[in-house]
């Protein structure tokens, strides 16, 4: 568990964490490891037999990310799936899905998860076979945010810049914005989309799964907690999304050995850094970014109807995105988003991006062959 100063008490976690497990989803896909061959580009040498995706796992150093107060590496683990036709044809290119992972989960999950869809779908007539990139943002507090604070470092130029770079620099990509999305789910949903309307000049397709942190509360009542149960464990996963939380949107280098300010202490509210939290919620950062998600080639946003935590933020995101004019796909699905997510990349995502990024014609499509 983190260490907390005494600035930071054990009932004002208590008191707030509850409202941010309402928040950020701690679901994480679980999966046996996939591994590969180190990074960097690959091609030709298919040799006989069926072709096959493969795995790979390499680290990335992140610039953006050196000298962060958490401590957390600059060089992050970093999961890049491989479609099965990428090292019989070297003369080919792809384009790439970024994926961000929730909270509390690594790398390899989504990819454990989307793999079988994308190996099956690799031979579909008219279906783009896509390089797929998951960043390991698993920090001192189990998440980043995918946020810019000098506590966890700047999580939006990573992905934006210094992850893009080593893939298009070590891997057969097609450099381009128009061929590049970019997705997630639950905290990798709020950084997919907090990143995509910032940088429209990198990705051109956004993905937005079950988004966490759309719009924030001004307190979090106690009653919020998920159960009222005191047990440790419950609380310590509380503590951590709070922190994950305060360390992204309200960081304070003048403050040790954490170096974030809650905005609840010494069981007082706290508006000023409240306000904080508010400003980096989506829906408040809406308006400002309207124009860049207009650049947008396509966007599209999925929640499943179960979803007591995110469903009703969800519909307020897709309706100021309407009255904002902002072009974008909405769908609300029945079912439970964490038994789903494998199914919706089958059927959705992955068809979603064969559709919006530019690529080469598929092989196999009709008048190719």
């Not at 896909?29 to 180190?38: E, I, M, N, T």
């Not at 905005?263 to 508010?278: L, M």
Request: with cysteine.
């Amino acid at each position: 568990m983190p260490v907390k100063n005494n600035l930071i008490d054990d009932h004002s976690l208590v008191r707030f964490a509850g409202a941010i497990l309402m928040t950020i989803a701690l679901v994480s896909g679980a999966g046996a490891q996939v591994r590969g061959g180190p990074g960097g580009a690959r091609g030709g040498g298919g040799g006989g037999g069926p072709r096959a995706s493969s795995v790979e796992h390499v680290t990335v150093h992140g610039k953006s990310l050196e000298g962060n107060l958490e401590g957390d590496s600059p060089d992050r683990n970093v999961t890049v799936y491989l479609p099965p036709t990428y090292a019989g044809d070297a003369a080919r290119r792809y384009p790439v899905i970024y994926f961000l992972h929730a909270f509390a989960a690594h790398s390899d999950s989504p990819i454990d998860q989307i793999k079988p869809s994308a190996d099956r779908l690799a031979s579909a007539q008219g279906f783009s076979e896509p390089i797929i990139v998951v960043p390991d943002a698993y920090t001192m507090h189990q998440g980043s945010m995918y946020s810019n604070s000098p506590t966890t470092g700047d999580w939006e130029r990573f992905v934006a810049e210094d992850l893009v770079a080593f893939i298009d620099s070590h891997y057969r990509t097609l450099a381009k914005p128009i061929s590049r999305g970019l997705a997630g789910q639950f905290m990798g949903g709020y950084g997919a989309l907090r990143i995509g309307m910032k940088r429209p000049d990198v990705f051109s397709s956004l993905y937005i799964m079950s988004a966490c942190c759309l719009g924030m509360t001004d307190s979090a009542p106690e009653t919020m907690l998920p159960t009222p149960s005191p047990q440790r464990a419950a609380l310590v996963a509380a503590e951590n999304a709070a922190l994950a939380a305060a360390a992204a949107w309200s960081p304070n280098p003048g403050n040790p050995p954490l170096f974030l300010d809650l905005p609840v202490k010494d069981r007082n509210d706290r508006p000023d850094i409240a306000a904080k939290w508010s400003a980096n919620s989506l829906i408040s950062m809406l308006e400002q970014y309207a124009s860049n998600l207009k650049k947008n080639y396509a966007i599209a946003i999925e929640i499943d109807t179960h979803d007591a935590l995110f469903l009703a933020k969800n519909r307020q995101l897709h309706e100021a995105m309407y009255r904002l004019k902002i072009p974008h796909s909405y769908e609300e699905y029945e079912g439970d988003a964490a038994s789903k997510t494998t199914e919706r990349f089958d059927r959705n995502l992955l068809p979603f991006f064969s559709k919006s990024l530019a690529s080469p014609a598929n092989p196999t499509s009709p008048g190719v062959q």
